[in-house]
């Protein structure tokens, strides 16, 4: 590891100072479970680093008027032990449930899963299918957007040199919504993603679907929304029929996202059992919370 | 480079140290504090060998700077036994028969102890989960898990 300086700033606006004062020489440290081997293995090498993971602020998870809040600092271990989370945001409970270890998750957080854009995050692709906001914050001030805008390919965001991650939210899914979220791996623990699919679904008094948010991850460079097949989702019943009427469209959009990359043949036809997986929990969700006649 | 003073409580005592930042936590615990339980495997998080409590949260101490210990509590496998008495769970593991060559045992113990201060009686797949992070290479897992159960039990 090569040599730098540490800094450990207990509040929000003292971390904010540091990353204005070292703008772009400064790299910050929050769970550490990427930027540790890195530095470890002296590909990254900043001169200072800035240890955000005192700052007690920025770690909850809190539901207001209808919006759900999480602190970027929030843990995996945090919201997999969230119990509104694990009841009314499957899609995310989900993402948070399946990344890495125990260990991994004791100290991992959902706003470096986020800033990080690594190809194979989790929680960046249930975000995105719940059409999450970020709140960026800099010692000037304080921006949002939308996380589909943040995204610019991998390991590439919006977020400026001195600018943290300070929250991300989103609308809480209503008792006419379900979430879901499939992760495809090749084990079952400290699993990389191979495909991540994350669906929110919301059906009308008819059972008619009304809105589908579908998300794609570890396919493209980054998390894409699909709207070739929420278009086909929206407007038909919301039953088992339906959605295995969609299994082709969704091996046909693989394909198209990739159609050079060596894992095509795999990911095109695994997609169509993730998918299928993914809208059995949707369907046993509407089923569970009694809106189905 | 600038030392940092770190101040942090290592198996129930208070121990501070001046150290320079560039450190895993991994390296300070086995350098500066002998305590060699805590291994080195993977260096990558994917092992669980240099697993330490926080908190009494398992964590892999491979991919923490020796700086954000700062103020926490931190629990290795040196500190487990009580007055020259074992923990219960070192000796199932003995009895057991759940150590091969031993290097991924402090992490699997230690993950093990994590799981039963939070959860008394956990089943067989609450077991499996809590050592999912804990990589064997020898042993295999079924003497491990029968270790813990035993421990359950006592």
């Known amino acids: 590891m090569k040599e730098f300086s540490f800094f450990s700033p207990g509040t929000l606006d003292e971390a904010l100072t540091l990353m204005n004062q070292y703008k772009g020489k400064a790299s910050v440290i929050a769970g550490g479970t990427d930027i540790v081997l890195e530095l470890n293995d002296r590909s990254h090498h900043p001169d200072y680093i800035v240890d955000i993971s005192k700052i007690k602020e920025l770690r909850y998870v809190k539901v207001v008027d209808g919006i759900v809040r999480i602190g970027a600092l929030s843990t995996f271990t945090d919201l997999e032990n969230d119990p509104y989370l694990r009841d009314h945001v499957k899609s995310l409970y989900s993402a948070c449930y399946y990344v890495g270890s125990p260990q991994i998750r004791n100290l991992g957080t959902i706003g470096g899963n986020v800033v990080n854009a690594s190809v194979a995050g989790d929680t960046p692709t249930a975000f995105i299918s719940l059409d999450a906001t970020v709140v960026l914050r800099s010692a000037a001030g304080k921006r949002e957007m939308k996380l589909t805008d943040f995204y610019g390919g991998p390991g590439k965001t919006e977020l400026e040199k001195d600018e943290l991650l300070t929250e991300i939210y989103f609308e809480a899914p209503t008792e006419q919504m379900a979430t879901a979220y499939t992760k495809l791996g090749k084990r079952k623990a400290l699993v990389i993603v191979v495909i991540g699919l994350a669906v929110l679904l919301e059906k009308d008094c008819n059972n008619i679907c009304s809105k589908a948010q579908v998300v794609i991850g570890a396919v493209a460079r980054y998390p894409q929304r699909l709207p070739l097949i929420e278009h086909y989702l929206v407007g038909k019943p919301v039953t088992k029929e339906t959605f295995d009427g969609c299994r082709d469209l969704f091996s046909q959009t693989v394909y198209e996202m990739i159609p050079t990359r060596a894992s095509v043949g795999y990911k095109k036809e695994s997609v169509k059992g993730v998918a299928s997986k993914t809208f059995d929990s949707i369907l046993s969700d509407f089923s569970l919370c009694g809106v189905e006649e | ?154």
């Open chain 2, 1 to 154: 480079m600038e030392k940092i003073k770190i101040a942090f409580n290592l198996n129930d005592q208070d121990v501070s140290i001046e150290t320079m930042p560039n450190k895993r936590l991994l390296d300070m615990l086995r350098e500066d504090f002998n305590c060699t339980s805590v291994k080195e495997g993977c260096g990558e998080g994917e092992c669980g060998a240099c697993t330490v409590l926080r908190n009494g949260e398992p964590v892999t101490s491979c991919t923490m700077l020796a700086g954000q210990v700062q103020g926490e509590r931190l629990l290795t496998l040196e500190g487990l036994s009580k007055n020259g008495e074992l923990d219960i769970l070192q000796k199932t593991f003995m009895e057991a028969g759940a150590v091969q060559c031993g290097f991924c045992t402090p992490g699997m113990i230690l993950s093990a102890k994590a799981l039963l201060m939070k959860n008394p009686h956990p089943s067989r797949d609450e077991i499996r989960r809590a050592l999912s992070g804990n990589l064997c290479r020898c042993t295999g897992y079924t003497k491990i898990f029968k270790a813990v159960e035993m421990a359950i039990e006592e």
